[in-house]
């Protein structure tokens, strides 16, 4: 009976969740001298920094890290310089484009463009509801169905209102 006999096949669940029993069952089953076999990197890791993260765990306890796709193994010293290369250019990567979109939001704003969902209401009704909540005169139930908001709606709604003008 060869090990791979004695594992059940896991079914493959995003790397974006936060619980993965299937990574939770090797971290728990690896041991010292052992290779962790993945098909690509982005399967084992939710981000870069989950990534990093995982493989110094693995290299705490003397685990070694492959992967198929991409070719790297970390039981070699070569192996490593990859991953953390791979991984400083992702890094990277993730950086510009953070400074992109960061740039376009600032030229969309100087265009006059504004970002966000619109209001749900026009002006002239938020300036209402802010003056019904104002005169504690209806329940907040009942103004925002009166307007067909939500209460966080309006509780940003009287937020605006009440901060001052620039």
């Known amino acids: 009976m060869s090990v791979l006999d004695s594992y059940e096949v896991i079914t493959p669940i995003s790397g974006a969740k936060a619980s993965r029993p299937g990574l939770d069952e090797i971290m728990n089953f690896a041991r010292k001298g052992d290779v962790v076999v993945v098909w690509r990197l982005d399967r084992l890791g939710r981000s870069l920094k989950n990534l990093i993260e995982l493989v110094n765990q693995l290299d705490e306890r003397g685990i070694g890290l492959q992967s198929l796709q991409e070719s790297i193994n970390t039981t070699t010293s070569a192996g490593k310089l990859i991953f953390h290369v ?50 504690k005169e209806y329940p907040i139930n009942e103004i925002c169905k ?11 709604y009287v937020k605006e209102a009440n901060q001052p003008n620039p």
Do not use: D, H
């Open 86 to 135: 791979f991984g400083a250019l992702a890094e990277f990567e993730r950086n510009l484009i953070t400074e992109r979109t960061t740039a376009g939001l600032a030229a969309a704003r100087a265009r006059g463009r504004q970002g966000g969902r619109p209001k749900a209401l026009e002006p002239g009704k938020r300036k209402l509801a802010v003056e019904l909540y104002n005169k």
């Open 146 to 156: 009166m307007m067909g908001i939500s209460k966080p709606t309006l509780y940003e």
